[in-house]
């Protein structure tokens, strides 16, 4: 099975959307606005990804930032659902202090938003 990773940095007026396959390699990097045009971006260029790639699931990763990121993970759950219902959707949203805490006992990866183009 294959799958397609999806990172969302999630924030106030726009989200940072990484996409990388299995192994780890890139695939896309790029924003999207916080607001429902962008959330249905967001949702093509995945489904594009998978197609393209030939995936059949895809894993999405987001931080919990305060409420932004609720309405997009319900989102993004039910179109999933709705425009291919046999992609293997998973959506995990999580708790942006024990991400912290992690990312802290590897002191050697880089700061993503640094490393990432604006």
Do not use: C
């Not at 998973?90 to 604006?118: C, E, Q, W």
Request: hydrophobic share 35%; proline share 3%.
């Amino acid at each position: 099975m294959s799958k397609l990773h999806v990172g969302i940095d999630v924030s106030l007026r726009s989200h940072h959307v990484q996409l990388m396959d299995g192994s780890g390699q890139d695939l896309a990097s790029f924003n999207v606005d916080n607001n429902q045009p962008g959330a249905d971006t967001l949702i093509r260029r995945v489904l594009e990804t998978t197609v393209a790639k030939q995936m059949d699931s895809v894993v999405i990763g987001m931080e919990a930032t305060s409420n932004l990121g609720w309405h997009l993970a319900h989102y993004l759950q039910q179109q999933f659902d709705g425009y291919r219902p046999n992609l293997d959707t998973h959506i995990h949203v999580l708790n942006a202090r024990k991400v912290a805490r992690f990312k802290k006992g590897y002191d050697t990866l880089p700061k993503t938003t640094a490393s990432m183009p604006g």
